[in-house]
């Protein structure tokens, strides 16, 4: 099997990114929604913008602008989600990015993507992320139902518990192995 087709895993810290959002239809809201559990330095162009995203700005108070994409407008983001069905536009806008250094996400065209959205379960600092690299996201989403049922109740007092554990200990082999054995312990008792 090829690795090539697969999309690395990796959590992004988006202090200080600026992201972009062309378009304002319901996939933009899809995505838009999905950015602000993480961040509110958010951008966004459209013709036009569902009532629920017109809401999200209000809310949020993000930036916006009413009208077409212009060449140049990525210009200065580090993130670009392009959420219109214009093929063309995705395409034009990809081979625009390539002057940039900015990763650009365009939906449901894997092939003008530098990056998937893949499906997750965020509660506080618990992140857990699925990806089937873009190939079944119907898999992806009822895989993320099945592991937020199997979650046990008590486990972000647990991860509060450890975060407030490790911060107390001098870093080394102890500290590792003291924490590894308390998780190992907790998932036993779960069980």
Known sequence: MSSQNSYFPAFLSFSNKKILIIGGGKIANDKLSKLLDFTENIKLISKEFTTQIKSKIKQYNLEYE??????????????????????????????????????????????????????????DDLIISISTSGNSPSLAKYLKIFLEKSLPDNILDFLKQLKMLRKSLPKGKERMQLLDKRVKEFFDLVQ
Do not use: M, P, W
């Open 66 to 123: 009413i009208r077409d994409y212009q060449k140049g407008d990525i210009l200065g983001f580090d993130i670009i989600i392009v959420a219109v069905d214009d093929i063309d536009l995705q395409k034009t806008i990809y081979h625009e990015s390539r002057d940039t250094r900015a990763l650009i996400n365009s939906v449901d065209n894997k092939e003008y993507c530098d990056f998937i959205f893949g499906s997750y379960i965020k509660k």
